[in-house]
């Protein structure tokens, strides 16, 4: 099927004092007309670094795209110029941004704010755009929304206010609709609402997605295809099912065992990805995830191509850790650090008791 959105190679840095640092480094993907991609990984990994790239609102500086492409229907985004861009802004590509409080403009209502963007690049004037602010207010699940209309945004809830960017974000009705964490800082209810919302008004009007996140039970129920970052590089690629049922990176696999199961017997603890994510001013040589790899060995100093480990399926490691000798060596490490974890526990424990009968004594 042929691309909506296809990034190659795309490389997004930032000046500091201390140097470059290397936020997106060479991030490649695609997606196809109506598709929801969900991109995941720790924060720091790039997500919304590779979706602002995608608007261009990098701010420069001290960001800059220093490399790739962006194509979109066929044209690449970072040769337009900058009013071209604005007629895509908005009208073709739709952005909800993960802080709604500092997105909407404080001194504006909600009304003026999204009545700007459908006179702007559908060029309704008066009751016209009025009466269609309504209908979208009334579309994400704005009470009254005829009186809300001249409301600002601190009259509103938070997830009243995601709504309304919501509704801003699909007011022209966009070909790709990128939601950024949209779910942040809301109660689990008004999560639900709100993925629920973005899931049917993207089938009504046939959509593309790409859902940024770091909660994997809401890539898990919403998207067809999964992209996990790490690092400012995108270390596996599959389809949601394929990824969920047979993780083929180190790192994936400890996203996966990070996470609380409901469907199992309860553990007594999780299993924790050891270590840190490495600094992206002087980014490692090799395989960025090998200093907290249970894999890792000495091929691991030079950087892993994405490769095809199966049917749509890409992953950046040298190594098949479905390889039952990989499989044992891997959890022969695991146990060690479990019970390296373990002595420590007991001994932070016998000092806190000997520290409460110290106390206890001078009482």
């Known amino acids: 099927m042929e691309s909506l959105l296809e990034i190659n190679n795309l490389k997004t840095h930032f000046r500091t004092r201390d140097g470059w640092v290397h936020a997106v480094d060479g991030v490649s993907f695609n997606i196809a007309p109506g598709e929801k991609l969900g991109v995941v990984g720790e924060s720091g990994c790039g997500k919304s670094v590779t979706a602002l790239s995608i608007m261009r609102l990098v701010q420069r500086p001290p960001g800059e795209i220093v490399d790739g492409s962006i194509l979109f229907g066929g044209q690449d985004l970072l040769d337009i110029s900058e009013s071209s861009m604005r007629k895509v802004r908005g009208k073709q590509i739709g952005m909800i941004f993960q802080d709604p409080l500092n997105s909407l403009n404080p001194v504006m209502t909600i009304g003026n704010q999204i009545t700007e963007v459908l006179e702007l690049h559908l060029g309704l004037r008066g009751q016209a755009a009025r009466n269609r602010t309504v209908e979208l207010l009334r579309e994400v699940g704005i ?114 065992a990070s996470v609380p199961r409901l469907d199992e017997e309860r553990q007594d603890m999780l299993t924790p990805i050891e270590g840190s994510p490495p600094d992206l001013l002087h980014p490692p040589q090799g395989c960025r995830f090998a200093p907290r790899c249970l894999f890792v060995t000495n091929q691991c100093k030079n950087p892993p191509p994405l490769r095809n480990v199966g049917s749509n399926h890409i992953a950046a490691c040298w190594y098949d850790i479905n390889n039952p000798a990989e499989q044992q060596r891997a959890e022969a490490r695991r146990a060690a650090r479990l019970r390296q974890l373990e002595q420590l526990d007991a001994t932070a424990q016998t000092i806190v008791a000997s520290t409460l009968d110290e106390q206890t004594t001078a009482n």
Do not use: W
């Open 143 to 256: 009470p009254e929304a005829e009186k809300r209309l001249h409301s600002y945004p601190h009259q509103f809830s938070g997830g009243m206010r995601q709504r309304v960017m919501i509704a801003m974000a699909l007011a022209c009705r966009p070909q790709l609709i990128i939601a950024d964490e949209p779910t942040t800082a809301l109660d689990v209810t008004v999560q639900a609402q709100i993925l629920e919302l973005i899931n049917s008004i993207s089938t009504e009007y046939k959509s593309a997605v790409m859902l940024i996140t770091h909660d994997l039970g809401v890539v898990a129920g919403m998207t067809d295809r999964v992209v996990v970052m790490y690092a400012g590089n995108v270390i596996e690629m599959a389809p949601t099912d394929e990824l969920f049922a047979n993780p083929r990176h180190p790192y994936t696999l400890g996203l996966l």
